[in-house]
């Protein structure tokens, strides 16, 4: 008989998941079954997986465990292939834990949360939970990104938060919604590992009250279009702030089709980081029969 699991459903600004409870590590998802369960006309519909599995419990989470982070963030793309961090599922992560009791996150305090990207603590300055994504790094190097809808191929800049990532400005909204991102953009050269592809517009005025301001569009690797990608509004703050020189601002503001969330650099012993804010919400929860 097919084996029988609870899940819960959750968000992050329409970034969607299916939420398994697996403290021991005892359950073994394989590319298929996550494709299955991720399936929008077939499954539960999500952008990917998050089990929730001790640190010590999973064979990536050696070090977290080491630091202290008892909990480790499996995160699994639509088609099953693993990926390194995911903002908006770390974010919704946490809101399970703190939901179902298996965790606390006293005022003023954080929360350190394992991911093959390292540990990641999780605060909750005001009334949203807020994820250090540590320092981020910027490859200068254009890469030229062809997408269906654009006239030309448009440069983009490399930016690691964590998982990779390629931005690109674009000077008009007509142009971000012209685009048909249920084709794959192409990247020239393509990166080893894939990439996150953001198409970006600036707001007008750029900075409105010392915060920046911009919308955004996402293809996510192992995914396709999605209503918003955490590291990717991150990624997309960045890109921009290198591009406006050294007066740009440390705050922004991130539209993206399913909401808006907030982006902070901030400068630590190790080097400047990059924050990302925003709601994240458990919908319905159930049990599910694997394929």
């Known amino acids: 008989m097919p084996q029988t699991i609870a899940f819960t459903k959750g968000h992050g600004t329409g970034n969607d998941f299916v ?54 963030m499996d995160y699994r793309n639509a088609d099953g292939s693993a990926a390194e961090m995911c903002g908006n599922g770390i974010r919704v992560y946490v809101k399970y834990l703190l939901e ?53 191929a448009r440069p983009g800049v490399g930016i690691d938060v964590g998982n990779p990532h390629i931005v690109v400005a674009l000077p008009a909204e007509s142009e971000l919604d012209g685009l048909d991102l249920t084709v794959q953009p192409i990247l020239d050269p393509a990166p080893p ?9 600036p707001s007008d005025p750029l900075v409105h009250h010392g915060v920046g301001s911009i919308r955004m569009r996402v293809f996510e690797r192992g995914v396709g279009e999605t209503l918003s990608c955490g590291t990717g509004v991150a990624a997309s703050a960045l890109a921009v702030r290198y591009w406006a020189g050294a007066a740009a601002p440390d705050r922004w503001s991130v539209d993206v089709p399913g909401g808006t969330l907030g982006v902070r650099i901030f400068s630590a012993p190790d080097g400047d980081h990059v924050a990302l804010s925003g709601p994240a919400t458990l919908v319905y929860s159930g049990e599910v029969a694997l394929a």
């Not at 001790?54 to 909990?71: F, M, N, V």
């Not at 394992?114 to 490859?139: H, M, N, Q, Y």
């Open 100 to 152: 179902t009791g298996l965790a606390e996150l006293p005022d003023g305090g954080a929360l350190a949360i394992g991911t093959r990207a390292g540990v990641k603590p999780v605060s909750r300055p005001d009334d949203e939970l807020e994820v250090d994504l540590g320092v981020f790094a910027i490859d200068a190097d254009d890469v030229l990104v062809r997408a269906k809808g654009l006239p030309v």
């Open 193 to 201: 590992r894939g990439a996150n592809i953001e198409f970006v517009v």
């Open 19 to 72: 939420i398994i409870a697996d403290p021991a590590g005892d359950i073994d998802l394989s590319d298929a079954q996550v494709a299955a369960l991720c399936d929008r006309r077939f499954g539960i519909g999500a952008d990917g997986i998050l089990r929730v599995v001790r640190s010590a419990a999973i064979r990536e989470g050696a070090g977290a465990a080491a630091s202290g982070a008892e909990w480790f």
